[in-house]
């Protein structure tokens, strides 16, 4: 199966984040590539972000080096340095435990596709702009460690 059918790989917009988090990714539709394809080493996913949606809350990873491929349309990459337009055939690397808070948001008027890969989820993950990590778990816990 070296050539994926994207079209059979199931795309859905669920989050785990708590309301009202979970408002800026409503429009975020998701193809976990991993678990399809039998890949257990790092994920991968196909993602495809409507007008106005974001890839997710500004987030950094402690143990997850992240790498994103831009396959068309416009992004902007929101990250402690500022802002930066990502077009089809843009890389962004996001190395584990920079501190760097990113996202992607599609502020054009077209959809906008893009491939992220990464470690599978663990580690802790911070989000910067809000009172929010997730832990080893996989569970949300308010910065203080106090669950949401």
């Known amino acids: 199966m070296p050539k994926l059918d ?7 917009n669920r989050t785990g984040y708590p309301s009202p988090f979970d408002e800026a990714v409503r429009e ?5 590539l991993s678990p399809v ?3 257990a080493d790092f994920g991968a996913s196909h993602v495809t972000l ?10 950094w990873h402690e143990q997850e080096d992240e790498l994103v491929v831009m396959l068309s349309g416009i992004a902007v990459l929101i990250d402690d340095k500022g802002r930066t337009p ?9 190395p584990k435990n920079d501190g760097n808070g990113h996202h992607l948001i599609n502020e054009s008027v077209e959809d906008c596709v893009f491939v992220a890969i990464g ?5 802790l ?8 990590m997730v832990g080893q778990d996989m569970r949300y816990a308010h ?6």
């Not at 409507?50 to 987030?59: D, E, I, L, M, T």
């Not at 990502?86 to 996001?94: E, S, T």
């Not at 470690?119 to 580690?123: E, K, N, S, V």
């Open 6 to 12: 994207l079209e059979s790989v199931p795309q859905n």
């Open 143 to 148: 910065k203080d460690g106090t669950p949401n």
């Open 28 to 32: 975020r539709w998701v193809r976990r």
């Open 37 to 39: 394809i039998g890949f």
């Open 50 to 59: 409507k007008p106005g949606a974001a890839s997710s809350q500004r987030h």
């Open 119 to 123: 470690r599978p989820p663990g580690g």
């Open 125 to 132: 993950c911070h989000y910067p702009d809000i009172d929010l």
């Open 86 to 94: 990502l077009n089809a055939g843009d890389i962004a690397i996001f």
